[in-house]
């Protein structure tokens, strides 16, 4: 259940940049940035003993969307 939420996180991050329009790349880039992102940050979380695999923490939660969301906004700024 933590892992689904890690992803749902991710995928509303990029959801919510898709609300600023991108100068030149796709969609299919950020979409796997974001996804990955908070996939590598809930097991850091996890690491960090909040969260887990299967209990959903709010704060790994906005821990995984706050940082998909930044590294969002630094694809986009080397794109």
Known sequence: MGAILWLATGCL???????????????RGELAVAVTTAFVLGVAATALDFGGWREPDPRAAAFCALGAAAVIAVFRSFG
């Open 13 to 27: 991050a990029f959801a919510l940049a898709r609300f600023i329009p991108p100068r030149r790349r796709g969609w």
